[in-house]
């Protein structure tokens, strides 16, 4: 029977090309005869195409796409191709090793055009980029606080994303970027000294209480737009003033300067 080439298209699995040598009329029958979802229109567990999720499990084990390969596979792998695994080398990698590796193969193939719908690194870079395109349009005063979602929609046509409609309802996905469109580079600059100058000031960065709390709000600040949410807000407002009002002996600089007063002031 004949097979189908697309040598160009850059989708690999284990450094094997995906689009070569591929005899969809003997998946599909063989397919079919192994299994209750169909090949031609059926999805995985996942929600993907299950004829994409075939034909990259054979080919990340170097086989050809066809009658002889469907042959080789176990109940088991056929369990795990309809459950949407992609790899056969999966269940021999630790999780951090496919997180690696499902990271790599997202970015090479958004890179060569792919769309980064569904994948979360991918998608992030793409909302990077839109926030920068948003930005250098409005350097000085931002977009304003109710602005965002017209102003990202006019820059994904600007950059003609790739993301699906379901998508784009999505802004910065990054506090800072997201302060840099709503507000410009003042409104950022502001933003940065209200994080940093209060614990500078009040002498909270040897709190160990604060630090804690600091460093994982900075942290949600770099992957999440933390302040968008009501819960961002209140986590921030609450534990903020918590630790840099409320506590004014409980800091770590505060117990070592008492601890250097001689003993008959550390009374008063």
């Known amino acids: 029977h004949p097979y189908t080439h ?9 450094g094997n090309q995906v689009m ?36 990259r499990y054979l080919s990340s084990k170097g ?20 459950n949407g695994k992609t790899n056969a080398l999966d269940s021999t990698r630790s999780p951090f090793g496919r997180r690696i590796y499902q990271v790599m193969w997202e970015i090479y193939h958004y890179l060569h055009g792919a769309n980064p719908s569904g994948n979360s690194v991918t ?20 977009v304003g606080t109710g602005g965002q979602e017209k102003a990202f929609a006019n820059c994904y046509q600007i950059n003609g994303t790739m993301l ?10 990054n506090q800072f970027l997201s302060s840099l469109v709503t507000l410009g580079i003042p409104g950022l600059i502001f933003f940065l000294l209200m994080l940093f100058y209060p614990a500078s000031s009040m002498k909270r960065w040897g709190s160990f209480l604060f ?25 921030f407002a ?27 002031k550390q009374g008063a």
């Not at 697309?6 to 284990?14: A, H, I, S, T």
């Not at 998608?123 to 931002?142: A, Q, Y």
């Not at 002996?249 to 601890?259: D, I, T």
Request: proline letters at 3%; charged letters at 25%.
């Open 238 to 264: 609450f534990f903020n003033s918590l630790f840099l009002f409320a506590m004014p002996w409980g800091s770590a600089v505060r117990q070592k300067e008492m601890k250097e007063l001689p003993e008959e």
């Open 20 to 55: 070569i040598n591929i005899c969809w009329f003997e998946l599909d029958s063989c397919w079919n005869a192994r299994s209750r979802i169909v090949l031609n229109g059926g999805k995985d567990k996942k929600g993907n195409p299950i004829s994409i999720t075939l034909i």
């Open 164 to 173: 699906d409609e379901d998508w784009r309802w999505m802004h910065s996905h």
């Open 63 to 82: 086989w050809k796409k066809d009658a002889d390969a469907m042959s080789k596979l176990t109940d088991a792998e056929i369990h795990a191709i309809e």
């Open 211 to 235: 630090l804690a709390f600091f460093i994982v709000l900075f942290l949600s600040f770099i992957d999440e737009d933390t302040l968008e949410t009501s819960q961002g807000v209140i986590f």
């Open 6 to 14: 697309q040598v160009n298209y850059p989708m690999l699995e284990n």
């Open 123 to 142: 998608m992030r870079i793409e909302l990077f980029k839109t926030s920068l395109t948003c930005s250098r349009e409005h350097l000085l005063f931002g």
